[in-house]
Structure formats: structure tokens, C-alpha cells
């Protein structure tokens, strides 16, 4: 089979799009001839060797396609034993035409959901339902704050805090990707690089502030987080693509008597209650470009330079 593959830890160019051996399934185990696969920035933190991992190693967390005994149309549920492993990480990955899966990882899709959309939303999906749903726990009318709208992760807490009736505003250091989110649904916008976010938060709040924060991007916004996110507020942590050493603002946890959760992956239930939200149409994943599958470096390269609005994803014929 086809598959892109790296040998060594480095950039886009350590990405190889060659020949690998066939997948042989364990018990327990289907075979995926996968039809489409999205990036996410796991692929490009493995790739640098952040962290480094057994190589070969097939890269790709996201995948759809059929399963080769029913062909039956599938996505892979890519947080195996409830989120510790990891597919693309701790096994071998889905940008290839072919995977092996335990079975109980792999859910039937409708035949009106296509496959790059199957695959544009399991890890960011799953991720931020955790975050919003399983810890947050938002309710209809609250304010959310999303910062860095564009990538997965933002984009997906914006459909799914609309799905639950919640107000967004949504921040990125692109004009355009504020007039997208605006498009999706984002009730309010500020460019974090122009504006001022402190502001445009106590303007939309009524002064209130923000009853959840989606905090993915660390030493950059911590700081503005916590300040803006009301007393007895939420703020939920997903990641920390600036640095993961911010400045602590320790006095305004207890002042403010904040909730602050640590969230990662999600366990089978919080994918189903995503999945749910997809197929249903209450929320659905937004697709950036799609690649074919030889030209993962190209797709690698527009990730890395933080161009993409929504999922970046791979076509595999």
C-alpha cells in the first residue's frame, strides 16, 4: 500500500510517500481501506519528534473510508482505551490506504456525510465536547470565549457551543478568519493583534465577562483569560501552542473564585456525544483545503504556517 511515512524527527521534509507493508488485523482488529484523512497538529508535533516515536511510523490520527470484510462506510474513533493511545502516535496511522483498528473504535457513518467531512471531525470534535460539554458543562446563552478562531480545535468549539445555544466570541490576528467566523455563527469578533480583547469581552458581556474561556494557546493569552473570564467563570485548557509557562496570575484564580480545567482527547462517550452533533447536522466540522494524498507535505507546509481555516485534510483514492 501507499502511505506517508517518516524515518527521521524533522520538517516537512522528513515526510516520505512510498510503499509500506499491507496492515495484518489482531484479534479484535478490522482493516479500514481509509478514503480520506485530516491533519491535526499532533502530526506536525510527532513529525519534529515532540514527541519522537518508533519510526517508521505512519502519521494521522483522523480517518474515514470502508471496512474491507463488510463495506460498510466508517470513521475510526482515533482516542483508543478512552484517549491513552493514540492513533498516529502509539500505532501506526490513517494517512495510508489502508489501516488496522480495533473494531470498537470504528462507527458506521450516513451515507449523506462524506468521507473528508467523516474525517475532518473526530480528534477536534471529540476534543472540545470534552472541553465544552463534559467539563465545562455550557449552558444555552453563555459567552464563550474562543481564542485563535481558525484552527481545529477553535473551529469545533465554535459549532459546538452554537449547538448548545451559547454565544461566541471568537478572536484571531486575521480579519478575514473573524469575517468567517461571523459566518459560522460567531456572535461577536476581535482581532487579538489589533484590538483589544479585554474590551470587546466587557462590550459583548454587558461588562459581565466571559463564562468560559477555551484556552489552547498558553503563555501568549493566559494573562487575558483570566482576566476576562467572569467571577465564578470556567476556563478550560486544551493545549498551550505559545509555551506552556505563562504567567500565573495566581490571585485572580481565588479572588474570582475560577474553575480551571485540564482537558485532553475525550473518552468513547464524549465521541459519541460529538459524533452525534455531526450527524444529526447540529454541528458540522469546516473543511480548509483538501490534498491528495502524495502532496501531504504541501498540506503539512500550510498547517505549519497557520493559513488554514478548519481542517486540513488528505483525499486518498
Known sequence: MKAIRIHEDGGPEVLRYEDAPDPTPAAGQVLIRIRAAALNHIDLWIRSGLPSVPKPRILG?????????????????????????????????????????PEDYVLPIPDELAFEQAAAFPMVFETAYRMLVTKAQIQEGEWVLVWGIGGGVATASLAIAKAFGARVLATSSSDTKLEQARALGADAVVNHASGDVA???????????????????????????????????????????????????????????????????????????????????????????????????????????????????????
Open 61 to 101: 490520527s483522523d480517518g474515514a473510508g470502508e471496512r474491507l470484510d463488510t463495506g460498510e462506510r466508517v470513521v475510526i474513533n482515533p482516542g483508543l482505551d478512552d484517549g491513552r493511545l493514540i492513533v498516529g502516535e502509539h500505532i501506526d496511522g490513517t494517512d495510508a490506504e489502508l489501516i488496522a483498528v
Open 199 to 317: 474590551a470587546a469581552v466587557k462590550q459583548a458581556t454587558d461588562g459581565v465577562g466571559a463564562d468560559v474561556v477555551v484556552e489552547h494557546v498558553g503563555e501568549a493569552t493566559w494573562k487575558t483569560s483570566l482576566a476576562v473570564v467572569r467571577a465564578g467563570g470556567r476556563v478550560v485548557v486544551c493545549g498551550a501552542t505559545s509555551g506552556p509557562n505563562p504567567p500565573a496570575q495566581l490571585h485572580r484564580v481565588w479572588w474570582k473564585q475560577l474553575t480551571i480545567y485540564g482537558s485532553t482527547m475525550g473518552t468513547r462517550e464524549d465521541f459519541a456525544g460529538a459524533f452525534e452533533l455531526v450527524k444529526s447536522g447540529r454541528a458540522r466540522p469546516v473543511i480548509d483545503q483538501v490534498f491528495a494524498l502524495e502532496e501531504a507535505r504541501a498540506a503539512h507546509e500550510r498547517m505549519e504556517r497557520g493559513e488554514q481555516f478548519g481542517k486540513i485534510v488528505l483525499r486518498i483514492d
